[in-house]
């Protein structure tokens, strides 16, 4: 998959709860046709500049950079890739404002550059079922959110998603089934409840074609994973987990999310 890098300009954000800012950045011309292909939902890394430096130093092997200009790289999710509007949307969580990514969230002004990376793919997030248990963070809401809108009126999703607190919750769209239960955690580091909820989550109808989804800490989807895939005996193609973070490590410099489980 071809992998896309350019620099996009902040043009307006605004909290959509206590804990959640969304930024939405200017698009070009150019980056209109570049970002064409990319689906919505799908993961991108981030490069946030030192304080006080106003370009994007994108990593390239083999080049050294001053370590005062090297971005700050995070992976994070594209909520949202109008071509019309010519704008692109990413929402952060940034409850206790701890993370850099959070942080920049919390002071970027118009006009402010960040950097952000993507891969030129329309590859479905979920795959076809007709049931879906969708479980995740705050740092998951994006993901699950544009799922919930890609999913069809003849299917159901049971959704469980955990945020700071009830100010949090969020109207979800969706033309399928939907019934979500909201948890709050006002400290997930603590530990979180989510993998018991879903590891006592029961299909209606378990020969039916069922599909879990589950992206938050990485104990919590290493519990989810195992359960399922592990316990219950669950086909591959019908997981999907991924660690966006794990509790007391940060992601590696290089952006990467270390922790992840995959599948």
């Known amino acids: 998959m071809k992998k896309i890098r350019s620099v996009f300009t902040v043009k307006r954000k605004e909290f959509l709860t206590p804990n959640f800012i969304r930024v939405v950045f200017e698009m070009t011309n150019e980056q209109c046709k570049i970002l064409a292909n990319i689906r919505e939902g799908s993961n991108n890394k981030i490069f ?8 994007i130093y994108f990593p390239n092997k083999g080049v050294s950079l001053n370590s005062e200009l090297v971005a700050t790289v995070r992976t994070y999710t594209n909520r949202k890739i109008d071509l019309v509007k010519k704008e692109l949307t990413i929402d952060f969580a940034t409850h206790a404002n701890v ?15 960040l950097g952000i990376a993507m891969k030129d793919t329309k590859r ?12 995740g963070d705050a740092t998951a809401i994006p993901v699950i959110a544009c799922i919930l809108e ?10 469980i998603l955990e945020v700071p607190t009830k100010d949090d919750e969020m109207i979800m769209c969706s033309m399928a089934n939907v019934e979500i239960e909201w948890l709050h955690n006002y400290n997930p580091k603590k530990g979180s409840c989510l993998a018991s909820k879903a590891l006592a989550y029961q299909f209606e109808n378990k020969n039916a074609c069922n599909f879990v989804y589950c992206a938050a800490e990485y104990s919590t989807v290493k519990e989810v994973r195992e359960y399922y895939r592990k316990t219950l005996n669950w086909a591959t193609e019908m997981i999907y987990t991924c660690s966006y973070w794990k ?3 940060a992601e590696g410099a ?10």
């Open 99 to 113: 993370s850099p990514a959070s942080a920049w969230a919390m002071y970027a002004k118009i006009g402010d550059p």
């Open 247 to 249: 509790a007391g490590i």
């Open 48 to 55: 946030i500049p030192p304080k006080g430096v106003e370009l």
């Open 124 to 135: 479905p997030l979920i795959n076809k079922a007709n049931h879906y248990l969708l479980v």
């Open 254 to 263: 290089n952006g990467q999310v270390n922790h992840s489980l995959g599948r």
């Open 150 to 159: 890609s999913l069809s009126a003849d299917v159901c999703a049971k959704v």
